[in-house]
């Protein structure tokens, strides 16, 4: 990584660099905490760095963190739009994976994530591989509020309905439809999102199997609302995909930002995402203008 814009804080005045990047137009600002552990980044600082209109704007705030324990090259924390944690995210593991090998000079690393270790590996045309672990398909896995078979969900908003359900790294529900041209993600994704049977929400997909190795897909995530791209998501779909029949183990997914290439390998049930990396710009922001965190208890008097 590029030292410069990896977190040293001006004495004269607290700044702090930062990365705006992308994974086909899922976009996220890096910030390497790494040598700054005490940026207090509460969910209302984060809230206010992913705004579109007044901050620098991004479908996810990422945080780059020591590794503690070994095993990993960082720890990535993911913070929403709205200022929750995400699990984990695809597109944005890519990104910091290219930034560790830039740094490290190496094509293999692992980024560390709340939901486990993601390890990445450089391809020959310059997209990054991940290997996002295994699909978890069971209810208390999603998690769901309740036991459901996973694969067929009692939930329906209008034309779409009866999703199948599971977890890489984050819960996710694919609705698969007839003609993907036709449903507008904002009729049906927020409502969806926050149906009682997602105890900690959910990303929902929506999915058009064109053939056996092809599926369109449109996401709205958890936190967010609509994205041009979703890693996880995209792998939620061909998992899903699979399960119900209707496609092979490997597929390309195509999203509004471009295509990913996914599979659920047999031999582990872990699922593989390869697509394209990219660092749309550089900058620094001001931390005094962001929200001040909340002041502690003992302190209010």
Do not use: Y
């Not at 206010?48 to 991004?58: F, I, K, L, M």
């Not at 945080?63 to 695809?90: K, Y």
């Amino acid at each position: 990584m590029d030292r410069a814009c990896a977190g040293r804080i001006s004495p004269a005045v607290m700044t702090l660099p930062f990365r705006k990047m992308h994974g086909l137009g899922n976009d996220f600002v890096v910030l390497d905490a790494r040598g700054r552990p005490d940026l207090r980044l509460t969910p209302a600082r984060a809230a206010a760095v992913a705004d579109r209109h007044t901050g620098v704007g991004c479908d996810q705030l990422i945080v780059l963190e020591p590794a503690e324990g070994g095993g990993a090259d960082v720890f990535m924390r993911i913070r929403n739009p709205d200022g929750s944690e995400a699990g984990a995210c695809g597109n944005a593991t890519r990104c910091v994976a290219s930034l560790l090998a830039a740094e490290t000079g190496r094509p293999r690393v692992t980024v560390r994530t709340v939901s486990g270790d993601l390890p990445a590996v450089a391809l020959p045309d310059g997209r990054w591989r991940v290997d996002m672990g295994p699909a978890r398909l069971g209810w208390r896995d999603v998690p769901l509020a309740r036991e459901f078979d996973t694969l067929h969900l009692p939930i329906s908003r209008g034309p779409v309905g009866d999703p199948a359900a599971c977890s890489i790294g984050n819960p996710h529900a694919t609705f698969f439809v007839p003609d993907l041209s036709r449903l507008r993600l904002d009729t049906f994704g927020p409502s969806l999102e926050r149906d009682p049977l997602f105890p900690e929400r959910a990303n929902i997909g929506f999915a058009q199997v064109v053939a056996p190795d092809r599926i369109l897909l449109a996401m709205w995530e958890r936190g967010a609302g609509p994205t041009r791209a979703c890693g996880s998501g995209a792998c939620a779909a061909l998992v899903n995909a699979h399960r119900r029949g209707l496609t092979g183990r490997r597929a390309t997914v195509v999203l509004p930002g471009g295509e990913l290439e996914i599979e659920w390998r047999e031999a582990d049930g872990h699922v593989l995402m390869a697509g394209p990396v990219a660092t749309a710009f550089t900058g620094e922001l001001d931390l005094d203008a962001l929200p001040e965190p909340a002041a502690p208890a003992h302190a209010a008097a």
